[in-house]
C-alpha cells in the first residue's frame, strides 16, 4: 500500500495548474522544493508552450534554499534534455536568465532596475548584516555630533544633567534602528 498525502489534490495542482500563480508554505521534509522543481520544469517544457526562463520567478527565504532550487532544477532539465526533450535542451540554453534566488535578490534586482522611482541614488550596494551594523554606527556617530553641535550651553548642561551624553544618546539611535523606529536620520536633523 502506497501512501498518499492528504493534500495530494494540492500537490498536484501546484505542478500542474500552470496558468495560476502559487504560493507554497509547508514544514521542512514535505516535499516543497520537489513540488516547486516539478511547477518550474513543467511550466517551461509544456508543449506548445512560450514560457522562457528569463519570465521565471521562483523566490525562497535563504541562500541555502535558493541554491537546492537552482541545483535541482538545472539536474532535472539536464535529466530531460539528455533522455531528448528539446524543450528541456532550451530552456537549460537560458537556465542563467532565471531569477530562482532569495527575496533579497529578487528586491536587489527590482530595486535596481528602478532606483530613481524607488529613490536610491543611481548605484547603490546591499550591505551584509556586519557592514550594516558598521554603517549604522558610523551614522550614530555623526548624527550625534550633529546634534550636540547645535546645542547652546544651557541645553547641553541640561542634558548632561538628566544623564544624556553623546554615548547614551548613540546607543539610543543604534537601537530605534535596531527596533526598525528610526526616520531618516536627515528628517531628524532638519525637522
Known amino acids: ?32 522544493t520537489t513540488t516547486i522543481v516539478s511547477r518550474i520544469v513543467n511550466a517551461v517544457c509544456e508543449p506548445g508552450g512560450e514560457f522562457l526562463m528569463q519570465k521565471l520567478v521562483a523566490i525562497t527565504f535563504t541562500e541555502r534554499a535558493a541554491a537546492e532550487l537552482r541545483s535541482r532544477v538545472r539536474r532535472e532539465l539536464e535529466r530531460r534534455s539528455v533522455a531528448g526533450d528539446a524543450l528541456a535542451k532550451t530552456a537549460l540554453s537560458q537556465f542563467e536568465s532565471a531569477q530562482i534566488g532569495t527575496i533579497h535578490a529578487f528586491a536587489k534586482r527590482i530595486l535596481s532596475s528602478f532606483p530613481i522611482e524607488a529613490g536610491l541614488p543611481l548605484t547603490f550596494e546591499v550591505q551584509d548584516q556586519a557592514s550594516s551594523k558598521l554603517t549604522v554606527r558610523e551614522s550614530a556617530s555623526r548624527f550625534v555630533d550633529a546634534f550636540f553641535a547645535t546645542l547652546n550651553e544651557s541645553d547641553f548642561d541640561l542634558l548632561h544633567e538628566s544623564g544624556v551624553g553623546p554615548a547614551k544618546l548613540r546607543e539610543f539611535f543604534i537601537e530605534l534602528n535596531d527596533k526598525r523606529l528610526l526616520v531618516n536620520e536627515q528628517d531628524v536633523l532638519s525637522g
Open 1 to 32: 500500500m502506497n501512501f498518499v498525502p492528504a493534500d495530494q489534490a494540492a500537490r498536484e495542482a501546484a505542478k500542474n495548474s500552470l496558468a495560476e500563480t502559487t504560493f507554497i508554505a509547508a514544514g521542512a521534509g514535505t516535499g516543497k
